[in-house]
């Protein structure tokens, strides 16, 4: 199979898992091996590391403002991708095994790689705050409920109920965290609006004036000040 062809069916396969995935999880290969699920979820990571990187360069998304990191995702989301699938499924494999499956940690991994084709789409919801985490987390376990009743032949009333409660708790954390990182960066970005503040007030001063020690107190006084002020009203 040429590289047109892999990155044909890498597409055909990612437009099932969005369009019809449960066509796609009945249908899904349960053996062959973790290459071909592995190369689909890196390239899934790919691009939405291309997508950080590019609302990064426009000051989009939670990325805002950090150009370089924003570059680096189309390195770090793929290795951050791959090496939490093998995690990720090993929790999940674990949880459809008590639930009663049959099927082996390769099936479970197929199962989770190939959920990977969400990613662009959650990361372009991310534009908008906190939305890319609700359906990040709402499609995933939709996917993995699919692939629990289809793939593995589970109960689907339990199926439903253990990931509801598991989804549940996902969005919770996962809803604090992005609260927690968006208060932090807030509270950054006006603590650099501070200090940028204080260095323009000694930039007044030229190579050859000496400031005296009442100017420089003043000027920090007022810098203390103003960062009194955003800590007392994040809080």
């Excluded at 426009?58 to 990325?63: D, K, P, R, S, V």
């Excluded at 503040?197 to 400031?211: A, N, R, T």
């Amino acid at each position: 199979m040429d590289n047109k062809t892999k990155l044909s069916s890498i597409i055909n396969d990612a437009v099932q898992v969005v369009k019809t995935p449960v066509d796609f999880y009945k249908n899904m290969a349960k053996t062959g091996g973790f290459t071909e699920p592995v190369i689909f979820l890196i390239v899934m990571s790919v691009i939405s590391g291309l997508m950080i990187a590019v609302f990064s360069l426009i000051g989009l998304g939670m990325a805002g403002g950090a150009g370089m990191a924003g570059v680096g995702a189309v390195v770090v989301m793929p290795v951050f991708a791959l090496f939490s699938s093998f995690i990720s499924t090993g929790i999940i494999f674990v949880i459809w095994k008590l639930m009663g499956s049959n099927e082996n940690y390769q099936t479970a991994y197929r199962c989770v790689a190939y959920a990977a084709a969400i990613y662009p789409f959650v990361f372009l919801l991310s534009v908008i705050p906190y939305l890319g985490s609700l359906v990040g987390v709402v499609w995933g376990v939709y996917l993995m409920i699919i692939a629990g009743i289809e793939v593995h032949q589970l109960n689907t009333r339990t199926v439903l109920i253990v990931f509801g409660v598991i989804g549940l708790f996902m969005l919770i954390v996962n809803l604090s965290s992005e609260m927690t990182t968006r208060k932090m960066s807030a509270e950054f970005e006006s603590m650099s609006g501070e200090f940028k503040g204080f260095v323009k007030s000694l930039e007044k001063y030229g190579d050859d004036d000496e400031i005296t020690p009442e100017e420089a107190g003043k000027a920090l006084g007022e810098f203390l000040k103003g960062l009194e002020e955003v800590t007392r009203d994040k809080n």
